[in-house]
């Protein structure tokens, strides 16, 4: 069975443009998570999808990050405008859903993005 | 203050050791409690997971969770240089939304 892939595996933009970031969850996994480690911190959470439906967002940091799962399958995270500070790497997790609230979550191996 | 605590090491150790990996925590809500591995520029990877207190073990790795001290621990068995990883605790509430500490770097010398 295919693991979590993302892509790219490592972007590099300038101050001010745009780039989507691409998740595919297991299949059959309805939840999908994005997290972020920027540079010297913890991994952090930035939102969750059961499906297509955006469950907790609550870590996205600004208005500049959108997130969608269209057709519950994969997941695109766009940044526009990029800046400095969003360099970093970005997780895609997924996990089954469970009715007992245990979770295991699989991760990608992340999208490296550096922003200049 | 942080909400999960754990040393970013680097914790040098000969092969054959026994590894003792620690996070504590401040938030009593949290209820289940995980290890990564993270080799590097790969994704973490789940080595361990428990719910409330107690030791679970899975060959050479045992997880323990003291939820009265608000303290995690992963124990390594006769290490290996293939354990050098950085090891991630991660917690949460509810199975969701996960809380990771800074990750301990362990470098395992043959």
């Known amino acids: 069975e295919a693991g979590v892939t993302q892509f790219p595996s490592h972007s590099v933009i300038e101050k001010g443009q745009t780039v989507t970031l691409r998740c595919d969850p297991i299949?059959?996994?309805?939840?999908l998570y994005w997290y972020r480690r920027v540079m010297g911190k913890e991994i952090k959470f930035l939102l969750h999808?059961?499906?297509?439906?955006?469950?907790?967002e609550s870590g996205m940091p600004n208005n500049r990050f959108l997130a969608e799962r269209t057709g519950g399958t994969y997941s695109t995270l766009k940044v526009q405008p990029a800046e400095l500070e969003d360099s970093g790497v970005y997780f895609c997790?997924?996990?089954?859903?469970?009715?007992?609230?245990?979770?295991?979550?699989?991760f990608g191996p992340g999208t490296r993005l550096t922003v200049l | 203050q942080k909400e999960v605590e754990q040393d970013p090491g680097p914790l040098s150790v000969p092969e054959g050791a026994i590894v003792s990996l620690n996070c504590t925590y401040s938030?009593?809500?949290?209820?289940?409690f995980m290890w990564y591995r993270q080799y590097s520029r790969k994704g973490p990877e789940l080595l361990m997971y428990?719910?409330?207190?107690g030791n679970k073990e899975d060959g050479r790795f045992t997880a323990q969770v003291d939820k009265s001290s608000k303290y995690i621990s992963l124990f390594i068995r006769d290490s290996q240089p293939s354990d050098s990883a950085t090891y991630l605790c991660?917690?949460?509430?509810?199975?969701?939304?996960?809380?990771f500490g800074a990750g301990t770097i362990l470098r395992v010398k043959s």
């Open positions: 997790a997924s996990s089954p859903r469970l009715a007992d609230n245990s979770d295991t979550q699989y």
């Open positions: 299949s059959g996994h309805d939840n």
């Open positions: 999808f059961v499906k297509e439906s955006k469950q907790d």
């Open positions: 938030n009593s809500a949290f209820q289940y």
């Open positions: 428990t719910y409330s207190s």
């Open positions: 991660a917690m949460t509430p509810y199975g969701n939304k996960l809380v």
